[in-house]
């Protein structure tokens, strides 16, 4: 069966080094027969940022956020992937927040069952991070690993990751590294071993 995967760009930077990585990991992907998909944070439409806490999306026997905008949207063809990559830097500790406004309407792709388990369309499928940061891994890219593990670990799925600290290259050229982009390829082909 055809096999696909998401990258969450959440970069306000349409060039940047997290693209251009993500595209290296995407480059090995297909060379498995898996296509990729970008979804780009920073240019989604919206009538709220993030989620408004109305908890409309709890009281549906349906998964998906009922803000009608770009970005429930673009939420709710998430379950359509094999896997989710979130594809980010590191700003300030924590994601961008158009990277933020994604995963917090991801609370729509939840329910909670009778004894508080998670259910969820995402069941199954691998969460993975691709991130960039400027400074070390210690208490700075390790701070995203750990909030994009919680998700994956609470609704039972595997979990991926691929840090790049230290990415000091001016914008989009990081991919220009030969140790870099090989990085980034073994991330794509560990991601699609996991769903092939």
């Keep these: 069966m055809f096999k696909k995967v998401v990258f969450i760009h959440g970069s306000p930077r349409k060039k940047g080094n997290t693209l251009a990585l993500a595209r290296e990991a995407m480059a090995a992907l297909a060379e498995m027969g898996i296509a990729s998909d970008v979804i780009d944070a920073a240019r989604l439409d919206f009538k709220h940022p993030g989620c408004i806490a109305c908890y409309k999306c709890q009281g549906s026997e349906q998964y998906g956020c009922h803000v009608d905008d770009g970005l429930a949207r673009a939420v709710a ?111 794509g082909k560990a991601l699609g071993a996991m769903i092939a």
């Design 77 to 187: 063809t998430l379950p359509e992937y094999d896997a989710v990559v979130l594809a980010t830097p590191v700003y300030w500790f924590s994601y961008p927040s158009q990277a933020k406004m994604v995963i917090d309407r991801m609370f729509s792709l939840i329910k909670f069952g009778e004894n508080h388990e998670i259910l969820s369309p995402l069941a199954g499928k691998p969460l993975a991070l691709l991130a960039t940061g400027g400074g070390v891994v210690e208490e700075n890219l390790e701070v995203l690993e750990q909030q994009w593990s919680i998700p994956a670990k609470r609704i039972g799925v595997p979990f991926l990751s691929c840090l790049f600290p230290l990415c000091h290259y001016p914008p989009g050229e990081a991919a220009q590294d030969p140790a870099l982009a090989a990085k980034a390829r073994e991330f």
